[in-house]
């Protein structure tokens, strides 16, 4: 069954400095997909960043990168130069391609709290 | 470009009471969600639309949630009648493509609280 483990309940991390958020994932489909999104206090979750399974290459978003690692089944966010406005809920999600075409169904992580300090 | 709006942001009701949340998705989207989100977990699926036919309702509790979509555009989500576990926050999303990375853009929720 397809699932998605996020391992840090929560992270502190100084502003400037980079932080990185662990995600596992773990699924039988060979086409999937991997987002990020951030929710901060107000409640709305934000996209950040998306991974396919064939994307050669690692995803990049301004100070948001996912290290993909697909043989370990493991999709890091890394944010760097953390800035205070940081601070939020970070979830990790997947959704497979499922028979017939794209399901479009996220399967989300427990989540990580981070909390950058100044 | 006017995101997911969600109406009410908070609610208040006591068990046995009924509730509908309303969620008018992006302009153009023709699939719209709903999750719910219990305290400290990830948001889980409830239902997904494409345009006005609700095709994945196998995590939806029929026997007191009910979900419409009339004319594929804006959403209601009714719970009749509430029990103190369905205290969440209930989010709604709409994308607009059905492959590739189909980002889906969420709207800031609505709170109940169930006593």
């Known amino acids: 069954a397809q699932k998605i483990t996020q391992t840090q309940p929560g992270m502190f991390v100084q502003e400037k400095e980079a932080v990185t958020l662990d995600c596992t994932y773990d699924?039988?489909?060979?086409?999937?997909?991997l987002f990020w999104y951030k929710q901060p206090s107000s409640g709305e979750m934000i996209f950040l960043i998306y991974?396919?399974?064939?994307?050669?290459q690692n995803a990049t978003e301004g100070r948001y990168s996912l290290n993909f690692q697909k043989a370990r089944k493991s999709a890091n966010l890394v944010i760097s130069a953390s800035q205070l406005g940081d601070s939020a809920m970070y979830f990790c999600?997947?959704?497979?391609?499922?028979?017939?075409?794209?399901?479009?169904?996220?399967?989300f992580g427990t989540g990580t709290l981070l909390a950058v300090q100044p | 470009e006017a995101g997911v709006v969600q109406s009410p942001r908070y609610k208040i009701i006591e068990k046995k009471q009924p509730v509908a949340f309303w969620c008018n998705p992006i302009?153009?989207?023709?699939?719209l969600y709903w999750y719910r989100q219990n305290l400290g977990q990830g948001p889980e699926l409830l239902i997904r639309?494409?345009?006005?036919?609700?095709?994945?309702d196998s995590q939806l509790p029929k026997d007191r949630f009910s979900a419409e979509r009339l004319k594929g555009v804006d959403s209601t989500l009714k719970i009749q009648p509430a029990e103190l576990g369905d205290s969440a926050v209930y989010l709604c999303a709409s994308s607009l493509d059905r492959t590739g990375k189909n980002e889906q853009f969420f709207g800031p929720g609505t709170r109940l609280t169930v006593l």
């Open positions: 991974q396919g399974s064939y994307d050669q």
């Open positions: 302009s153009g989207h023709n699939t």
């Open positions: 639309y494409e345009n006005e036919e609700a095709v994945d």
């Open positions: 699924t039988s489909d060979p086409s999937y997909g």
């Open positions: 999600a997947m959704r497979e391609a499922g028979y017939g075409g794209a399901t479009n169904k996220l399967i």
